[in-house]
Structure formats: structure tokens, C-alpha cells
């Protein structure tokens, strides 16, 4: 298994330490890497840069992942639950399939990220950029998009069963065609009115539906 030499201020001895539960791969170079079907469960992973590195199938169940450059990144199939995507940066990743339940990409910079099929029970994106990310499929039961940029987003194929929170988040030309958002919390017509739904989609009370729907396909 090929591993990543020590960078910035960590320890050599942690970033050549192999793949484990409970690894301290804090500030670690781990770029390119295959890392797939290992199990990082409670791992440390704050600061590292994992840019382009396959980690399909992984553990990263309660994880920490505050603040790692994560772009173009392959999360495929792994276990995300509770873990803690903070701040990270992760342009153009890809979250296909992901078991993300209780998992928090507070303030995550996530722009053309995928999040095809993932289930993303409780999680929390709240702050963060999710412009243009794709959550076909979804599962967005419980999710927190309260403060975030929403620009372009398409939410239009996902599964919502529980209110979805949307306090203050920027919703210019996101995709809510068919949603059922009668029991979301935060939204209000302004939001409304600069994002694309269709006839199918159902507003909070006293939301109205605005004449510029549908919009054009990009």
C-alpha cells in the first residue's frame, strides 16, 4: 500500500504509519494515492491534503477532516457517518453513494461536487458552498442548508421525507422541480422567487409560486 511522506508540521513517523483505525494523518501529503477499502474509523485527517486520492469504500465513520484539501477526491461508497468534513476544501469531489448520515460539511467549499445517491440523513452543510453540486437521488431527510450558497445546485431529484432547513441560504437558479417543501424551514418568497421549480414543486404556506417557473434548461 503506497502512503504519502510527512509535510508542514507532522510527525514522519504518523504519515508513514499504514492505514488504521484511529490514524493520525494530521497535516499528511497523501495526494494520487489508492486508498480504497480501508477502514479509517475516528481518524485524524485535519489538515491533510488527499487531492485526487481514490478513497472509495473507506471507513471514515466519526472521522476528523476539518480543514483537509480534499479536490477531486473520491469518497464512492465509503462510510461518512459523523464525520466531520469542516471547512474542507473539495471542488469537484465526488460523494456518490456515501452513507453521510449525522456527518457535518459545515462551511465546506464543495462547488460541481456529487453527491449522487448519498444518504445525508441530519447532515449539516450549513454555511457552506455547494454551487452547482448535483444530490440526484439524495436522500436529504433532516439536512441543514441554512446560510449556504445554493447557486445552480440541482435538489431536484432528491428524497426528502422530514423539513429541510433553508434560514438565509442563496438560492439563485437551484433546482427544486418536484420537491416537496411544504414542511421546510426558513424559506422565504425571495428565496423562492430566484430559484427553479415547476408545478410539481409544493411551497411552505404563504409561499407563492413564482410566473417564471419552470426555468430553461442549462
Known amino acids: 500500500m503506497a502512503v504519502g511522506l510527512s509535510s508542514g508540521d507532522a510527525k ?11 490514524i493520525d494523518w494530521s497535516d499528511c501529503a497523501k495526494k494520487s494515492l489508492m486508498l480504497s477499502g480501508n477502514d479509517f474509523t475516528g ?7 488527499l487531492s485526487s486520492t481514490d478513497m472509495r ?8 477532516l476539518e ?4 479536490v477531486r477526491t473520491w469518497f464512492t461508497d465509503a462510510r461518512l457517518d459523523k464525520a466531520n468534513f469542516a471547512r474542507v476544501e473539495a471542488y469537484r469531489s465526488i460523494f456518490k453513494n456515501v452513507f453521510a448520515q449525522g456527518a457535518s ?6 462547488q460541481r461536487a456529487a453527491f449522487n445517491g448519498a444518504d445525508l440523513t441530519n447532515t449539516s452543510f450549513e454555511k457552506a458552498d455547494v454551487s452547482r453540486a448535483d444530490f440526484d437521488e439524495a436522500i436529504l431527510s433532516g ?15 432528491a428524497k426528502v421525507e422530514r423539513a ?11 433546482r427544486i422541480e418536484g420537491l416537496d417543501l411544504s ?7 425571495s428565496q423562492i422567487d430566484i430559484a427553479c421549480g415547476d408545478a410539481e414543486t409544493k411551497l411552505p404556506n404563504g409561499l407563492t409560486t413564482p410566473t417564471s417557473w419552470p426555468c430553461a434548461q442549462e
Open 105 to 110: 460539511f459545515a462551511s465546506a467549499e464543495l
Open 67 to 70: 480543514k483537509a484539501t480534499l
Open 164 to 174: 429541510l432547513g433553508f434560514n438565509r441560504a442563496f438560492m439563485l437558479l437551484t
Open 12 to 22: 514522519a513517523a504518523d504519515c508513514r504509519s499504514d492505514p488504521a483505525p484511529e
Open 143 to 157: 439536512a441543514s442548508f441554512a446560510y449556504a450558497n445554493l447557486a445552480r445546485a440541482d435538489l431536484s431529484e
Open 43 to 49: 481518524a485524524n485527517f485535519r489538515d491533510a491534503d
Open 183 to 189: 414542511g421546510a424551514t426558513g424559506l422565504d418568497q
Open 57 to 64: 469504500n473507506t471507513t471514515l465513520t466519526g472521522a476528523d
